[in-house]
């Protein structure tokens, strides 16, 4: 899997998922500056790493995702390829038209930096394909605008087309108002686009993927991953 | 040219922080405060006196980036 890492100034969890990366597929990733107007040849996977792109200024994301590496990007997203967008990676996804949407505010103002509980929906991602439909998983957020928000026939098309691929839950799987930590509508945790292509999610798998870190419930998704190429070459 | 755009969240958005302002002008006893919420204002400046060319220079700039049309909506005023 050659996976490549974009990065703009202000990201600063590029490097806990190249490491994440490195560690499930082996291989290195490119990274890949804002600046830059192409991706390498041969990218399997796109990765968004979170951050605090341009000092969050203007609106999160929202500067990130007019530079001039997100059109190859969006080209990229176009032909089918494989963009994973974490933390302000989703937010500048939302914010590129990629994913739609947008993360507001958390509901109790607060910055939460802790783990959270993800209910997996669906296994039959390419994402997500390292898990099954229904797991529990335990993952760190570190956000301050994690609240997911849309119009109400966006969120009707996203839980149509089974497009909400995690969620906030109680340890048990139970989705509840008192487990979804930043207010966001239906507990969004992630959403894929309607191609299937594109994951935009808040929590950070890649801060879960060796013993060292205290669980490893984020490698799945990449291990799934992994498997996706495999298969598919 | 002197342009101003403000931005401002659609009705019935949640604006966590208007609500937290609110709050905070209740504390101070600030009376008769309904309800608040928070915007963004844009001062621009337009090179030369193209009114036209201005007003669409101006409606790309909040469309594209100064306003989030999913959440915000903006009004645009040109002086002087």
Same mark, same amino acid.
């Given at each position: 899997m050659k996976s490549a890492v974009v990065v703009f100034p202000g990201i600063n969890r590029e490097r806990d998922m190249t490491r994440a990366l490195k560690l499930v597929s082996g291989r290195e990733p490119a990274m890949v500056w804002h600046a830059d107007t192409a991706l390498p040849a041969g990218t399997d996977l796109v990765v968004i790493p979170g951050g605090f792109s341009y000092g969050d200024y203007l609106r999160c994301g929202? %500067?990130?995702? $007019?530079?001039? %590496?997100?059109?190859?990007? $969006? /080209?990229?997203?176009?032909? /089918?390829?494989l963009v994973l967008a974490v933390c302000n990676g989703f937010q500048i996804a939302c914010e590129a038209g990629l994913l739609p949407g947008v993360l507001m505010r958390n509901a109790q103002l607060r910055f939460i930096c802790r783990d959270v509980y993800l209910r997996v929906e669906r296994s039959d991602t390419p994402f997500t394909r390292g898990y099954n439909a229904g797991q529990v998983i335990r993952v760190p957020v570190a956000h301050g605008e994690g609240n997911y928000i849309?119009? /109400? *026939?966006?969120?009707? $098309?996203l839980e149509g087309g089974g497009r909400v691929v995690f969620r906030y839950s109680s340890p048990d799987g139970i989705v509840d108002p008192n487990w979804t930590h930043n207010g966001a509508m239906n507990a969004i945790a992630g959403i894929i686009n309607a191609r299937g292509n594109v994951l935009g999610m808040m929590p950070h798998p890649e801060n879960h993927v *060796?013993?060292?870190m205290g669980r490893t419930d984020g490698r799945g998704l990449f291990a799934g991953l992994v498997d996706h190429f495999k298969l598919a070459a | 040219m002197k342009a101003r755009v403000t931005v401002t969240l659609k009705s019935g958005i949640l604006d966590p922080q208007g609500k937290a302002i609110e709050g905070a002008l209740k504390t101070l006893g600030v009376s008769g405060v309904a309800s608040v919420r928070q915007g963004k204002v844009f001062d621009i400046e337009i090179e030369g006196a193209d009114r036209a060319g201005a007003a669409v220079a101006l409606k790309n700039a909040a469309e594209k980036l100064l306003a989030n049309t999913v959440i915000e909506n903006y009004r645009i005023d040109v002086s002087g």
């Amino acid at each position: 899997m050659k996976s490549a890492v974009v990065v703009f100034p202000g990201i600063n969890r590029e490097r806990d998922m190249t490491r994440a990366l490195k560690l499930v597929s082996g291989r290195e990733p490119a990274m890949v500056w804002h600046a830059d107007t192409a991706l390498p040849a041969g990218t399997d996977l796109v990765v968004i790493p979170g951050g605090f792109s341009y000092g969050d200024y203007l609106r999160c994301g929202a %500067i990130a995702a $007019r530079a001039p %590496i997100m059109d190859a990007v $969006r /080209g990229f997203a176009q032909k /089918g390829g494989l963009v994973l967008a974490v933390c302000n990676g989703f937010q500048i996804a939302c914010e590129a038209g990629l994913l739609p949407g947008v993360l507001m505010r958390n509901a109790q103002l607060r910055f939460i930096c802790r783990d959270v509980y993800l209910r997996v929906e669906r296994s039959d991602t390419p994402f997500t394909r390292g898990y099954n439909a229904g797991q529990v998983i335990r993952v760190p957020v570190a956000h301050g605008e994690g609240n997911y928000i849309a119009d /109400g *026939e966006t969120i009707a $098309r996203l839980e149509g087309g089974g497009r909400v691929v995690f969620r906030y839950s109680s340890p048990d799987g139970i989705v509840d108002p008192n487990w979804t930590h930043n207010g966001a509508m239906n507990a969004i945790a992630g959403i894929i686009n309607a191609r299937g292509n594109v994951l935009g999610m808040m929590p950070h798998p890649e801060n879960h993927v *060796e013993a060292a870190m205290g669980r490893t419930d984020g490698r799945g998704l990449f291990a799934g991953l992994v498997d996706h190429f495999k298969l598919a070459a | 040219m002197k342009a101003r755009v403000t931005v401002t969240l659609k009705s019935g958005i949640l604006d966590p922080q208007g609500k937290a302002i609110e709050g905070a002008l209740k504390t101070l006893g600030v009376s008769g405060v309904a309800s608040v919420r928070q915007g963004k204002v844009f001062d621009i400046e337009i090179e030369g006196a193209d009114r036209a060319g201005a007003a669409v220079a101006l409606k790309n700039a909040a469309e594209k980036l100064l306003a989030n049309t999913v959440i915000e909506n903006y009004r645009i005023d040109v002086s002087g």
